[in-house]
C-alpha cells in the first residue's frame, strides 16, 4: 500500500500529455481575464480532470503530475510566467473539481493570509522530510508552496536541492535559475547553480555564476572553494590556489579548502604533502567524500589500505547526492582494481558510470558520425596541401591528440622534459572556438583574416605557458577532431597522435571519472562507437596531412623502446636530443590530468594488456580487437 501510494508513474505520464495538448500558440496567447481565448484552455483543463479522477490522486501524486505537467511545458519553450500560471490552473481544477473557469481563476483563491499560513506549513513539513532524507516527500511539500506561489524564491532553491539528491540535475538546474530570476542576490543559490554547472562540465558557466557568489559573499569559504575548484578545471591553478588559501584564512578547517590544496600538491607531484592535506581534511570530517576520493589517486593501494576501504564504504552508507556517489565508486574501483580483485572493481566501475549518466547528457551516435562524415568532406588532401593565406608561420605548437588514455600524457612529460620545450596541458581554445564558429570547422573554410586573428590569439595562449620555449604542447586529445582547420591557421606545427590498444583504451576511459563529462565514456556501446568513429578520422587525417607535420606513436611501442620513440619524438617537433627526456619522471611540473600520479613514474609495461582481466565483462570493447594497431 505505501508503495502504491508514492507510485505517480501513471501520473507523470499524464502531466506531460497535458502539456503536450496546448499548443505554443494557446499558451503564449493566454491571459487571466481573456475569455475568447481561455474557454478552450478551460475545456482542455476540464479533460484533464475527468482523466486525471480515476488515478485517485493523492498529495504526492498531485504534485508529480503538477510538476511533470510544468516542465514539459518548459522544454517545449513556454514562458516561464505561462507555465506557472497554467500549472496553477490546474491545480485549482484537481482540487475544485467543477471549480472556478480560467476567465476568473481568482474566486476561489484563498486569502492572503490562508496562502501565508499554507505556504509556513508546507515549507516547514519540506524541510522536516528533507532533514530525514526523504527528499521525494520534501519535492512534494515544494511543490505544494509553488502552487500558491510559483516564484517563491526559497522554496525554489529548496526543490533544486531535493532534486540534487534525487538525481534530476536538470530539473534542479531550472529551479535554481528560476529561484535567481526572483531573488538574483541569493549567493547560496548561485553556488548550487554553479555546483551543477561545474558537474556539468559547463566550466565557463560555472565560473561566472560562482564569481557571483563570491562577490555576494566574500566571505563564504564555500564559494571561494567551488570556485577554486572550476578554476582548476579550467587549468588556472594559480588562481585555484588563491581561492583556496584564503577560504583557509578564512575557515581554518575547511574540508574544501585542504582537499583543493591537496589536489594541487598532488598535480605538481607533491603526493606526500598532498596527502598530508587529505588526512587534515578527514581529521576535520570523516564523512568528506572529496578527500576519501582524492586520496586513492596519490598511489597505488595495497591490502594494507583496507582501512580507506572501510572509511569509502562508511560515507556511501549515508545520503549523499549521486554525483558524489558517483566519485567513490570510482574510488572503490580503483581501489579493487590496484589489489587485484577485478570482479569487484568492475562492478564498482559499472554503478560509478551509472550515476554519472544522470548528470550527463546522453551520448549522440548520429550527431557524432555526422561531425566526422562532414570533417572528412571538407578536409581534402587538395585543401591541406599549401598554406591558407593568413596562415601562421610559427613552428611553436605541438599538439598531441588521441583518445583520452591512450598515453597523451606521457608524450607530454616526455617533451616537456626537454630543455627548450614546455607542456601546456589540456588546453581549451580550439574546442571554444569551434563551439562559436561550428560551420567554418566542418561546412566551409576559415577566411584569412580570421585565420591569422586566431593564430595571434593562440599564440598569445601559449605566451602565458612560456615566453620563450621553442616549444609549447597542447596535448587536449579532442584536438583531433580539428586537425584540418589547425594545419590551415599553424602549417608548421607538429601533431603527434598516440595510438594505444583499442580495448585497454577505451577500458580506461570507462574506468574514470572524467570532469568533462565525456557520456559516451560511460557505456561500452558507446564508447565502441566513438572509437570506431576515432579510428575512422585518424585513417583521414593520417592520408590528407603532410606526412612531415602527422606522427603516429604506438603505446606499447613507446613503452617498449623508450628511448628509440624518444629519439624520433624529439627530432620530429625539431628539437635537438638531450637526454634529459629520459627522466621525464623527474620533471617538476603541474599536470591536470588524471595521469598526474603515473606520468611521475619510471617508464612501465603493466598497461598493455590490462584489458584482459576484465574480459568476461566487456563484451562490447571485446569486437574493437579487429582495430587494433
Known amino acids: 500500500m505505501i508503495l502504491d501510494w508514492f507510485n505517480a508513474r501513471e501520473t507523470a505520464a499524464l502531466g506531460i500529455s497535458m502539456a503536450d495538448s496546448i499548443s505554443l500558440n494557446e499558451a503564449g496567447s493566454f491571459a487571466l481575464g481573456t475569455p475568447q481565448r481561455n474557454g478552450e484552455l478551460q475545456r482542455l483543463l476540464q479533460r484533464a480532470v475527468q482523466q486525471a479522477r480515476p488515478l485517485k490522486l493523492n498529495l504526492f501524486k498531485r504534485a508529480k503530475l503538477l510538476g511533470s505537467f510544468k516542465w514539459r511545458l518548459l522544454d517545449k519553450g513556454v514562458d516561464q510566467t505561462r507555465a506557472d500560471e497554467l500549472t496553477h490552473l490546474l491545480l485549482l481544477q484537481l482540487t475544485g473539481g467543477n471549480g472556478p473557469t480560467v ?37 512534494v511539500h515544494l511543490q505544494e508552496v509553488l502552487s500558491f506561489d510559483p516564484g517563491h524564491a526559497p522554496a525554489l532553491s529548496r526543490l533544486g536541492d531535493a532534486l540534487c539528491f534525487l538525481g534530476r540535475y536538470p530539473e534542479a538546474e531550472r529551479a535554481y535559475r528560476r529561484a535567481l530570476q526572483r531573488d538574483p542576490k541569493r549567493a547560496d543559490t548561485h553556488l548550487k547553480l554553479g555546483s551543477i554547472l561545474h558537474w556539468r562540465g559547463d566550466f565557463l558557466g560555472a565560473e561566472t555564476t560562482l564569481r557571483r557568489a563570491v562577490k555576494l559573499e566574500p566571505r563564504s569559504a564555500n564559494a571561494l572553494c567551488s570556485l577554486g575548484q572550476t578554476l582548476n578545471a579550467l587549468d588556472r591553478v594559480a588562481d585555484a590556489k588563491i581561492c583556496f588559501e584564503k577560504a583557509l584564512r578564512l575557515k581554518p578547517q575547511s574540508t574544501a579548502a585542504l582537499c583543493g590544496l591537496g589536489w594541487i600538491a598532488s598535480m605538481e607531484g607533491r603526493f606526500g604533502e598532498a596527502e598530508s592535506l587529505l588526512r587534515k581534511a578527514l581529521d576535520a570530517d570523516p564523512a568528506c567524500s572529496e578527500a576519501q576520493v582524492l586520496l586513492v589517486h596519490q598511489r597505488r593501494m595495497t591490502l594494507a589500505d583496507k582501512e580507506w576501504l572501510e572509511g569509502a564504504q562508511r560515507i556511501l552508507a549515508h545520503r549523499v547526492v549521486p554525483v558524489e556517489t558517483a566519485t567513490l565508486h570510482f574510488a572503490m574501483g580503483k581501489y579493487f582494481d590496484d589489489v587485484g580483485d577485478y570482479s569487484r572493481a568492475f562492478e564498482e566501475f559499472r554503478l560509478a558510470n551509472e550515476r554519472r549518466k544522470q548528470v550527463s547528457a546522453p551520448y549522440d551516435r548520429i550527431g557524432r558520425a555526422a561531425w566526422v562524415d562532414d570533417v572528412i568532406r571538407l578536409y581534402t588532401a587538395e585543401c591541406l596541401a599549401s598554406p591558407a593565406e593568413g596562415a601562421n608561420e610559427s613552428r611553436r605548437p605541438v599538439f598531441v591528440v588521441g583518445m583520452m588514455r591512450s598515453g597523451t600524457s606521457l608524450v607530454e612529460q616526455i617533451i616537456a622534459s626537454h630543455p627548450e620545450a614546455v607542456g601546456a596541458g589540456e588546453l581549451q581554445f580550439w574546442g571554444m572556438t569551434e563551439h562559436k564558429h561550428q560551420e567554418l570547422f566542418r561546412r566551409r573554410l576559415p577566411d584569412s583574416g580570421f585565420s591569422a586573428k586566431l593564430g595571434a590569439s593562440y599564440l598569445k595562449v601559449l605566451a602565458r605557458h612560456s615566453a620563450d620555449a621553442a616549444r609549447v604542447v ?6 583531433l577532431d580539428y586537425l584540418g582547420f589547425i594545419h590551415r591557421v599553424f602549417p608548421n606545427a607538429r601533431f603527434i597522435c598516440m595510438q594505444r590498444d583499442p580495448v585497454d583504451t577505451c577500458l580506461s ?19 565502441a562507437h566513438y572509437y570506431r568513429e576515432h579510428r575512422r578520422l585518424v585513417s583521414h587525417w593520417r592520408s590528407v596531412l603532410p606526412k612531415e607535420v602527422f606522427l603516429e606513436v604506438p603505446y606499447a611501442a613507446l613503452v617498449a623502446d623508450q628511448e628509440g620513440w624518444s629519439r624520433r619524438i624529439i627530432e620530429f617537433i625539431g628539437l635537438q636530443w638531450d637526454p634529459s627526456v629520459l627522466e621525464f619522471h623527474k620533471t617538476e611540473r603541474a599536470v591536470l590530468t588524471a595521469s598526474t600520479w603515473q606520468v611521475r613514474q619510471k617508464m612501465y609495461s603493466s598497461s598493455v594488456g590490462r584489458w584482459k582481466n576484465y574480459q568476461k565483462f566487456i563484451g562490447p570493447l571485446l569486437k574493437l580487437r579487429d582495430l587494433s594497431p
Open 509 to 527: 576511459c570507462y574506468f574514470q571519472n572524467f570532469l568533462n563529462a565525456a557520456s559516451f565514456t560511460m557505456d561500452l556501446e558507446d564508447l
Open 474 to 479: 597542447d596535448k587536449t586529445p579532442a584536438n
Open 103 to 139: 476567465a476568473n481563476p481568482a474566486v476561489t483563491k484563498p486569502s492572503a493570509g490562508a496562502s501565508r499560513k499554507r505556504i509556513d506549513s508546507s515549507l516547514a513539513a519540506a524541510d522536516a522530510a528533507a532533514a530525514k532524507g526523504d527528499y521525494s516527500d520534501a519535492e
